[in-house]
């Protein structure tokens, strides 16, 4: 295959827009804010749970305390009533069972009441790791959310990036002959590298240098005959920067 040697060059810009939409393309599977979103949805759950967990035994502890509460009344109102029937006056006999049955009353109420305090203690304990759960749980969504938008502006910027690239992309094709277009994404499909300068005697696509065998072919080489790299495959351009 022939092409003049400005067409020949003017591949290296189709290289160079390629190099960089593959760049682009590198970037957006490796941005650093995935790996950051993908921990920071886990620590977001973690501290989710932390708030559930806190949250349900805060839940126990108020369903403790109003069980109690509702005793301690029934042990209330039932050394009211046998206050009442005291004072009312009832026989001697019944007077005693009622005196003894308010003694034991008043010990289970204390009993109770030490209980509901202790209770009580121990909510105001969980309330506070509730708030600290809820605390560390919106750091946490903070951290998310501002990873993610890190991510949509990178990932913005390289849309902007790549949208420029594929502009220059189809100006630098309108250039190009079909066939030369043709073997060049061929070669790139295959290995990566459609074309590279030869510089200083080195294949700029897989920077080996050319033996000398290779160079005094290309020195005997027209200019517009279309030469390939014998170990990337690549098509080599030459320009008086070749070392030939
Ligand atoms: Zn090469």
Not at 39 to 54: G, N
Not at 119 to 138: N, T, W, Y
Not at 139 to 151: G, P
Not at 218 to 239: H, S
């Amino acid at each position: 295959m022939k092409a003049a040697p400005a067409v020949q060059r003017r591949l290296l810009d189709l290289a160079e827009v390629d190099t960089e939409l593959d760049r682009v393309a590198h970037r957006r599977r490796n941005l650093p804010e995935l790996a950051e979103i993908a921990e920071a949805e886990q620590v977001l759950r973690a501290k989710r749970d932390a708030v559930v967990a806190a949250e349900t035994t805060l839940g126990d502890l108020n369903r403790d305390v109003k069980r109690l509460e509702t005793e301690i009344d029934q042990v209330r109102a039932r050394s009211d009533r046998d206050r009442k029937l005291l004072d009312d006056g009832v026989p001697t006999k019944q007077a005693e069972n009622l005196n003894h049955e308010l003694e034991t009353l008043k010990r289970r109420q204390g009993v109770l009441e030490d209980e509901s305090l202790e209770l009580m203690e121990r909510r105001e304990a969980v309330e506070q790791d509730v708030i600290f759960a809820k605390g560390e749980l919106a750091t946490a969504e903070e951290k998310l959310s501002d990873a993610q938008s890190r991510r949509d502006q990178a990932f913005a910027d390289l849309e902007t990036t790549e949208a420029r690239s594929g502009d220059r992309r189809k100006t630098v094709l309108t250039e190009l002959p079909t066939e030369l277009v043709t073997l060049y994404e061929r070669i790139r499909a295959n290995k990566g590298t459609g074309a590279a300068l030869l510089r200083a005697r080195r294949c700029g696509a897989c920077r080996l240098e050319l033996d000398r065998t290779a160079i005094s072919d290309l020195r005997t080489a027209a200019a517009d005959e279309i030469a390939r790299c014998e170990e990337c495959g690549a098509i080599l351009v030459r320009t008086p920067e070749s070392g030939l």
